[in-house]
């Protein structure tokens, strides 16, 4: 089975700019979850999706939303970019939502200048 | 509410040595227990996973890890550290319910460096 897959791999945005992240899962999952990695915080849960409907949101701004699609493909929109937004963004996949093995993918490394 | 502690940022050991990352975890719930490993510059990979079906966890690359609830922990291990073993490795946990339910916390990381 293929695995996860984040596109674009790099990114380079200014700030006020917004972006949006693209995350295919495992063929068969339909959980997505997004975080994201920085040197200062470490990684931090985003949010979560289920059969399209978030179930569950870490503490992050309103300018961080995602949606999933009816093929559980999912993405995630940043507006109003900052510098502490610079990071690396995963996504992650599971079957089933819970404590489910979730398995990660490359990441999306967003720079903003 | 569910915590992780990764009690070393560093560990540094000679190639064929035993390998320790200490991890203790905190869960107001069954917890599920994870550790991962992160190459530079790479996504994270599943090194081995607890789920209460037995508390001692054998993962991949040669690495086990022991559950201990009386003292909380999930210490990861290796028998002999090999080159390729350099990176950071996450300890992971899940709770079976609660406002966490389906939320992975990690710990801060601990860079895992190995000398010839």
């Known amino acids: 089975k293929a695995g996860v897959t984040q596109t674009p791999r790099y990114l380079i945005k200014t700030r006020g700019q917004q972006v949006t992240l693209s995350c295919s899962p495992i063929s068969g999952h339909r959980s997505v979850s997004w975080y994201q990695q920085t040197p200062g915080q470490g990684l931090q849960f985003l949010f979560e999706?289920?059969?399209?409907?978030?179930?569950n949101k870490g503490n992050f701004p309103g300018r961080f939303s995602g949606r999933q699609f009816s093929n559980s493909r999912s993405e995630m929109n940043v507006s109003t970019l900052e510098l502490g937004d610079s990071a690396l963004y995963l996504c992650?996949?599971?079957?089933?939502?819970?404590?489910?093995?979730?398995?990660f993918g490359p990441g999306t490394r967003l720079l903003v200048l | 509410a569910q915590s992780v502690t990764q009690l070393d940022s560093h560990v540094s050991v000679s190639e064929g040595t035993p390998v320790l990352l200490r991890c203790n975890y905190s869960s107001s719930y069954s917890p599920s227990l994870f550790w991962y490993v992160q190459h530079p510059n790479k996504g994270l990979q599943l090194l081995l996973k607890y789920t209460s079906a037995a508390t001692l966890v054998k993962g991949i690359n040669g690495f086990e890890a022991e559950f201990k609830k009386s003292e909380t922990s999930f210490h990861l291990t290796k028998p002999s550290a090999h080159m390729s073993d350099a990176a950071e490795y996450f300890c992971?946990?899940?709770?079976?319910?609660?406002?966490?339910?389906?939320?992975?916390?990690f710990g801060q990381g601990t860079i895992l460096t190995v000398h010839p």
């Open positions: 999706y289920f059969s399209e409907t978030q179930r």
């Open positions: 992650a996949s599971s079957y089933l939502v819970g404590q489910e093995t979730q398995y």
């Open positions: 992971v946990v899940s709770e079976a319910g609660g406002t966490s339910y389906g939320k992975l916390t």
